[in-house]
């Protein structure tokens, strides 16, 4: 084994509990974990800055293995005053006429027919978008880890029920599976410490 597994993980996603099995299993390796932004995750594995990665699908996969892991429930993020709270969750049809704010990040690819383009540029990241919505202007639609990620006091989020979902995945290149990556998979796949690869 490796004395280092760089694992590479977009934002919001939550590889705590694999870190933690992966630490009591694999004292010998050290694993690092690095942040990759959804735009960068390809050329990330591709180059080799880490052995896999937690992505967000769609990713182009060719010479990359890819396990789905869970998907993602989107939500409307708007500021604390927003009308849109009254509901505990709501439908595109609910947000006709609000002003959509798409970030640069955007990892949804969201359009919804009825809401309006903004007067302004759209902001760099998410946690730009959610400031701006959170001052009054418009809305946002971000997969929950995001929102809960760029929590805000002044702000706050509905489920948005029929509103596109995020696919969580764990990728790897295909020809540099090594047993330090087999034995990441088996403990995201939930294999136990004893039990064997099948």
């Given at each position: 084994m490796p004395a280092t597994f760089t694992l590479g993980a977009i934002p919001g996603a939550t590889p705590g ?135 805000r006091k002044d702000a706050d989020y509905r489920p948005l029920l029929d509103g596109p979902t995020s696919t969580v995945a764990l990728a790897w290149v295909a020809e540099r599976t090594n ?20």
């Amino acid at each position: 084994m490796p004395a280092t597994f760089t694992l590479g993980a977009i934002p919001g996603a939550t590889p705590g509990r694999w870190i933690d099995t992966w630490n009591d299993r694999m004292p010998q390796t050290s694993l690092d974990l690095v942040p990759l932004v959804v735009a960068d995750q390809r050329r990330a594995l591709v180059d080799g800055e880490v052995d896999a990665a937690l992505v967000r699908l769609p990713i182009d996969k060719d010479g990359l293995h890819a396990i789905p892991l869970y998907d993602e429930v989107p939500v409307v993020v708007t500021s604390k005053d927003s009308h849109l709270l009254a509901a505990d969750e709501l439908d595109t049809a609910d947000l006709m006429g609000e002003v959509l704010v798409v970030p640069r990040d955007d990892v949804l690819g969201i359009r919804i027919p009825g809401t309006v383009d903004p007067r302004f540029a759209p902001p760099a990241d998410t946690a730009e978008a959610i400031a701006t919505v959170a001052a009054g202007v418009g809305i946002v639609v971000v997969p929950m880890s995001l929102a809960r990620l760029h929590h805000r006091k002044d702000a706050d989020y509905r489920p948005l029920l029929d509103g596109p979902t995020s696919t969580v995945a764990l990728a790897w290149v295909a020809e540099r599976t090594n047993p330090a990556v087999e034995a990441f998979v088996g403990i995201v796949r939930g294999r136990t410490a004893n039990s064997s690869r099948g």
